[in-house]
């Protein structure tokens, strides 16, 4: 199976942040958000592995900047690490200034998948070959993610 690029399957998406999403002060409800992020960064693992996906876990979100009703909220997706039959897909998240065009970023998460064959059972993913400085850099710190992750399970299950 031939690897991918991480800009072979990432995505981006954007979304109108209104006041059905937001909380009585204007910012959004976090739970509207992370419903935005583990749809787009499904979108990426299934584009990375062409089958379908289902989200093991959120190893970290982090909310940063808040997001007000009317702003422009743009989400990008790429898988980071592949390992057997996950992957890692990282997701930004940027609040927009819709009249000026000022962008921030106000979250960032990291969401790890499993790719299911016909039968719904792991299958094995195509390996992630980044290309760019950037890429390299995300491939690594999720290795190091993924590393500290079986580490404390294993500690746990102890």
């Not at 009317?70 to 897909?89: I, P």
Request: with cysteine.
């Amino acid at each position: 199976m031939a690897g991918k690029s991480p800009r072979e399957s990432s995505v981006e998406t954007r979304y109108l942040l209104m006041p059905g999403q937001a909380n009585p002060h204007g910012t959004a409800f976090g739970g509207a958000i992370v419903a935005w992020i583990d749809m787009t960064a499904s979108m990426a693992a299934q584009r990375h592995c062409q089958c379908e996906v289902v989200t093991a876990g959120i190893d970290s979100l982090v909310f940063k900047e808040p997001i007000y009703v009317g702003d422009h909220v743009v989400l990008k997706a790429s898988v980071n690490y592949a390992g057997r039959t996950s992957m890692e897909v990282g997701v930004q998240v940027c609040r927009e200034n819709p009249f000026n065009g000022q962008s921030i970023i106000a979250t960032k998460a990291h969401l790890t998948f499993v790719a299911l064959d016909k039968d719904k059972k792991p299958t094995v993913v195509p390996a992630i070959e980044p290309e760019t400085d950037d890429e390299k850099r995300r491939f690594e710190n999720a290795q190091m993610r993924v590393k500290a992750r079986k580490e404390l399970l294993n500690q746990i299950k102890g």
